[in-house]
């Protein structure tokens, strides 16, 4: 399958209930060859306004972080292991987790990272595969939120990507 024909699938998935609540499936974006791969838990607001990923508030923090250590969020591939947004923004349930977490893994297929970078509580919810190195950072949105956050973010980001 290709990263075009998965992002179809995406775009009118209808697995789970979130669908219902949302304007657009948002697959992810970045190059398919892409050595680094982000992984958020869902998209907000924002993101389902433009089916884009990390557009909003959180978005623009990880672009400056990004851009502060040199990296170019174009080079990335982001995504989210859900795939529409939450009402409230709330955390996605386990079954909305497991009807979804195929896309990610199919994801990940297709692109081949050397290195998944898990922000916030996608560290939790993401399996590892043999391969490929992981690493688990602040959430874009709380550090962008939390001084102390911020730091540790800014920190986590410097060692872990610059690798």
């Not at 297709?110 to 595969?129: E, F, N, S, W, Y």
């Not at 688990?136 to 872990?160: L, T």
Request: overall charge positive; some cysteine; glycine content about 8%.
């Amino acid at each position: 399958m290709s990263l075009e024909e998965l992002n179809y699938q995406i775009y009118g998935c209808k697995k789970c209930r979130l669908w219902q609540g949302a304007k657009h499936g948002v697959p992810g974006e970045g190059p398919v060859d892409a050595e680094i791969m982000l992984v958020g838990q869902n998209p907000g607001v924002e993101e389902d306004e433009v089916g884009r990923p990390f557009v909003g508030r959180a978005g623009k923090y990880l672009t400056r972080v990004l851009a502060e250590n040199g990296l170019k969020r174009e080079d990335l591939f982001i995504t989210n292991i859900v795939k529409h947004k939450t009402p409230k923004n709330r955390k996605p349930y386990a079954d909305e987790i497991a009807a979804c977490l195929p896309y990610l893994m199919e994801q990940i297929n297709i692109i081949k990272p050397k290195k998944i970078v898990l922000m916030g509580v996608a560290a939790r919810q993401t399996p590892r595969i043999k391969g490929i190195e992981y690493c688990e950072v602040i959430h874009p949105q709380a550090a962008s939120r939390f001084p102390r956050m911020g730091k540790k973010f800014q920190e986590q980001v410097s060692m872990e990507l610059k690798k």
